[in-house]
């Protein structure tokens, strides 16, 4: 059935290396989603991709990275120049003006 | 600029309460969509509601309504005879239809429903 992704449900990283999040979907949506969400706090958007071969920074970019080489593929990496990458991070997608669905989440510590 | 505030944090009630969590934003933009959003303790969101700027009629689906109201910029979510399931958090957010704008989110910072047995 159709669906968006995450993987993996849970993810160490030790300071200083880079991380890849995956995020599939298959609901044949043309944009996608990143969002980072700290204990407490609303959601706030790293990344989005209304196209393949196209994305746009969000509101905290910084110290991330991501490509859509896919229409059903929106990896997320976060890399060692983020200083606080501990936080859930959701995935989601829509087509044009419509709702966003979203992934069950990847929940990233830093040890 | 657009912005969403949701001014209640957390809020606790005991089952078969109705509770209503508000929801007030800002734009200069004419048409737009509001949405909820329910996050369990599980983590992932979950859609409930898209209301679109032209249409202010209410809409009840089971217990839960929302109230819409333009000229206070309001979109409340009431929940009648809550249950223990209910308990969440709750996200409002808002989209300016803006031709060729973009299709983020503006999202508040979302109200923690507890609902206690």
């Known amino acids: 059935d159709g669906g968006i992704t995450q993987s993996p449900k849970y993810l160490f990283r030790k300071e200083g290396q880079n991380v890849t999040l995956s995020c599939e979907q298959n609901?044949?949506?043309?944009?996608m989603y990143w969002y980072r969400q700290d204990p407490g706090q609303g959601l706030r958007l790293i990344y989005y991709?209304?196209?393949?071969?196209?994305?746009q920074k969000g509101d905290i970019a910084e110290g991330y990275s991501v490509s859509r080489e896919k229409k059903e593929s929106f990896p997320l990496t976060v890399t060692s120049a983020q200083k606080n990458p501990t936080a859930f991070y959701l995935c989601a997608s829509s087509t044009y003006n419509n709702e966003q669905f979203f992934g069950p989440g990847t929940r990233l510590t830093v040890l | 600029a657009q912005k969403v505030t949701q001014a209640q944090t957390e809020i606790s009630v005991v089952e078969k309460e109705d509770v209503t969590l508000d929801c007030v934003y800002e734009?200069?933009?004419?048409?737009?969509?509001l949405f909820w959003y329910k996050q369990p303790p599980s983590g992932e969101l979950v859609f409930l509601i898209r209301r679109n700027s032209f249409d202010e009629q209410n809409e009840i689906s089971g217990r839960y309504s929302w109230n819409f109201q333009k000229s206070t910029s309001s979109f409340n979510f009431t929940i009648t005879a809550s249950q223990v399931v209910d308990s969440a958090v709750y996200f409002c957010?808002?989209?300016?239809?803006?031709?060729?704008?973009?299709?983020?989110?503006?999202f508040g910072k979302g109200t923690k429903l507890t609902v206690n047995p």
């Open positions: 991709s209304q196209i393949v071969n196209d994305f």
């Open positions: 957010a808002l989209k300016p239809l803006t031709q060729g704008g973009s299709e983020k989110l503006v």
């Open positions: 734009t200069r933009d004419t048409t737009y969509y």
């Open positions: 609901l044949n949506h043309d944009a």
